[in-house]
Nanobody, 117 residues
Framework: QVQLVESGGGLVQPGGSLRLSCAASGFMFSVYAMSWYRQAPGKERELVARLSVGGSTNYADSVKGRFTISRDNAKNTVYLQMNSLKPEDTAQYYC???????????WGQGTQVTVSS
């Protein structure tokens, strides 16, 4: 059974940091591109960061220089380190696993990040 379980969300003040984790199980983690998406109320889900199998990364312009995506294949876990958080980073954050060759696409249930003073 495929599972992606996010953790690490919460309430943080502007300028603060959080690290999100996504623990994967039920599939061959190391051959999947891993991404973080977010969705704020009333807005569409957007890509935040992507980490390919080969290690290349892509970031939304709004988070470049502040967020870092990484993975630990031994632990089947992907992380999102978020620094210098802003109120506009407030959203539900989702973990995604994607294997384009087979059009396999899995989602976690999401974790809430709220940036507010």
């Amino acid at each position: 059974q495929v599972q992606l379980v996010e953790s690490g969300g919460g309430l943080v003040q502007p300028g603060g940091s959080l690290r999100l984790s996504c623990a994967a199980s039920g599939f061959m983690f190391s051959v999947y591109a891993m991404s973080w998406y977010r969705q704020a109320p009333g807005k569409e889900r957007e890509l935040v960061a992507r980490l390919s199998v080969g290690g290349s990364t892509n970031y939304a312009d709004s988070v470049k220089g502040r967020f870092t995506i990484s993975r630990d294949n031994a632990k089947n876990t992907v992380y999102l380190q978020m620094n210098s958080l802003k109120p506009e980073d407030t959203a539900q954050y989702y973990c995604n696993a994607f294997r384009p060759l087979y059009s396999l696409n899995y989602w976690g249930q999401g974790t809430q990040v709220t940036v507010s003073s």
